[in-house]
């Protein structure tokens, strides 16, 4: 019986590395896809790397707003033509998995437009969920423009 777990323990162990590679792998993917989409101007795309939920929450500008729908319509009304979205870049991505379900990412986001360039922080959970891995939790802060 020890020996039957033992052999389990280092199997659930060994297999923990490869399971995180895989997930932060399909995490970068789903953020790669956002950028893409973004840059295509194809916001109903982007929107599919959030989870279709009234839970999905998006922080920024000192407000906090919940539900797939209520954050889909905000980017819509915010970058409501492809002068406003520019050319999105995210960069300095961190995933660290939190369980086997569930991962938290830092990164960068910047805007290239014609009349400024726009940047900021994002800090992101994502969660695996039927459809894969999908944003649960956006907060976004913009950086304060150099004068």
Request: with cysteine; glycine share 4%; hydrophobic share 40%.
């Amino acid at each position: 019986m020890a020996i039957t777990s033992c052999i389990l323990m280092t199997l659930t162990v060994s297999a923990a590395p490869k399971q995180n590679a895989s997930a932060v792998a399909q995490i970068r993917s789903v953020l790669r896809t956002q950028q893409e989409a973004w840059n295509r101007g194809d916001i109903d795309e982007f929107m599919n790397g959030y989870a279709r939920s009234k839970s999905t929450i998006f922080i920024s500008e000192d407000t906090v707003r919940r539900g797939w729908e209520t954050v889909r319509d905000r980017y819509r009304k915010k970058y409501s033509d492809r002068a406003k979205m520019g050319v999105l870049t995210f960069s300095d991505l961190e995933i660290t998995p939190l369980a086997s379900d569930s991962a938290v990412v830092l990164g960068r986001w910047k805007l290239q437009r014609a009349k400024n360039r726009p940047h900021g922080r994002f800090t992101l959970i994502f969660r695996r969920l039927p459809k894969g891995w999908r944003i649960v939790l956006d907060h976004t802060s913009t950086a304060t423009p150099a004068p």
